[in-house]
């Protein structure tokens, strides 16, 4: 047991105060009248204190009632019992790694030449339908996924378990993603053996007015990378960029700006139309006019790439829409920006870094995480109380019954006290009737 307010206990001294008052209080003495004094001895008044309690019953009362008036400002808590679990209930979450580097073919029993993440999805299946409720996320990024799939698994009856597919990149997974989580929840891994790629690899990407084209080659024991400059090759683009008439000048100027960040080339980077509209533009409100919500799966997935690009200083008014341009779906976004400024350069920079699709270079990294670390990283889940909602280790007791409990016995003190007053004068009445009679 324990209390809210531990210190209102103290007011439990308070029931000495009615045995003091019942002490101290001084009876009402009788008058007798006699008719004469002259044959009693004389005597000094001595004074009388009560040495004796009197009326217990009503002092009963009045402690019992202090005592339930102290409890209720106290208020008690009972302790919250860990409830056991099912045995063999598994809440469990899976974590499936999507991203490029599982693209590469699977090796080991059972792969026939699949890519690892069609193996991958099987063995997510498996571990699914051996437990008792279980969410499948399939994701690039398995270290942010981390946190909701825990989330999830806490949420069920049960162990709670998180275990991750993948074929554990270095960079895929670090050891705080999962000592961040919480203390109760098991995590697991689960490795996909690949391939890795014995053919070179090349990289393209734009400096400025140049191409860099970097050449990977993997050899016994080591990794050479042959980096190339060429000049830029100018190529049609579906990037269209609207500005107002005053700052037109300044367009290929900025987009020269924009390149010199340096921009992956991916093959398909220009398959989708994209129009950027910034303040000042002539067309710009006609085209938010005709525009609509998303409708394109590879519309969100630009717009959310540029939305979250770290070039976009916080606080940037970017908008994305869809409109449709002879028969064709465009991506449209809307600043509120010029386009010869900070925010303006940025924009574009940030849009044809989410139209690349060239592989991120973290994906191309051969290494892998040592089976062993992962083993030192593994964990059981913990049992664990259900959450409460008012407290994780005790639950409030409804203090309402002791305040009732204590206008009650002040109720029947009352009572009480009412009907000994009434007795004593119906005693005394009779007595000094008698008295007088004589």
Not at 154 to 172: H, Y
């Amino acid at each position: 047991m324990s209390w809210a307010n531990p210190f209102a206990l103290i007011g439990l001294g308070a029931i000495v105060l009615p045995i003091l008052i019942h002490l101290m209080a001084r009876a009402r003495a009788r008058q007798v009248s006699v008719p004469t004094l002259r044959f009693l001895e004389g005597t000094r008044h001595q004074p009388a204190r009560r040495t004796t309690l009197q009326d217990i019953p009503l002092l009963s009362l009045r402690a019992a009632a202090l005592i339930a008036v102290a409890f209720a400002v106290a208020g008690p808590m009972r302790r919250a019992e860990p409830v056991p679990e099912p045995d063999g209930t598994v809440a469990r979450a899976v974590v499936l790694d999507t991203s490029p580097s599982m693209q590469r073919t699977a090796v080991g029993a059972g792969a026939a030449g699949q890519s690892a993440v069609a193996v991958g999805n099987g063995v997510a299946d498996s571990l699914a339908q051996a437990a008792t409720a279980a969410l499948i996320v399939r994701t690039s990024d398995p270290a942010a996924a981390l946190a909701g799939a825990a989330a999830w698994a806490l949420t069920r009856p049960g162990r709670a378990e998180v275990i991750v597919v993948s074929d554990f990149q270095r960079g895929t997974i670090e050891q705080r993603d999962i000592t961040a989580l919480p203390a109760g929840v098991g995590v697991a891994f689960r490795k996909v053996g690949v391939q890795q790629g014995a053919a070179p690899i090349e990289r393209r990407s734009r400096q400025g007015g140049v191409d860099l084209v970097a050449r990977t080659e993997f050899t016994a024991g080591r990794t050479n990378v042959i980096y190339t400059v060429t000049p830029r090759v100018v190529r049609a683009s579906d990037l269209e960029i609207l500005a107002a008439r005053a700052d037109r000048a300044t367009v290929v100027a900025v987009r020269a700006a924009a390149a010199a960040i340096g921009v992956d080339d991916g093959p398909d980077s220009l398959a989708h139309p994209v129009v950027i509209a910034f303040a000042g533009a002539d067309s710009s409100d006609a085209l938010v006019a005709e525009s609509t919500a998303l409708n394109e799966p590879w519309q969100a997935d630009i717009a959310v790439r540029v939305l979250r690009d770290p070039l976009l200083r916080p606080g940037a008014t970017v908008s994305a829409r869809a409109i449709r341009r002879e028969g064709r779906e465009v991506l449209l976004f809307v600043s509120g920006a010029a386009v010869a400024t900070e925010d303006g350069v940025a924009l574009i920079a940030a849009v044809a870094r989410a139209r690349s699709t060239a592989v991120a270079a973290p994906e191309l990294e051969p290494a892998t995480l040592a089976d062993s670390a992962l083993a030192d990283w593994a964990r059981d889940a913990g049992a664990r109380v259900p959450q409460q909602t008012e407290s994780p280790n005790s639950l409030p007791t409804s203090t309402r019954w002791l305040w009732l409990v204590a206008l009650l016995l002040l109720g029947v003190e009352a009572v009480l006290r009412r009907s000994s007053a009434f007795t004593n004068r119906a005693t005394v009445a009779p007595d000094l009737a008698a008295d007088d009679a004589v």
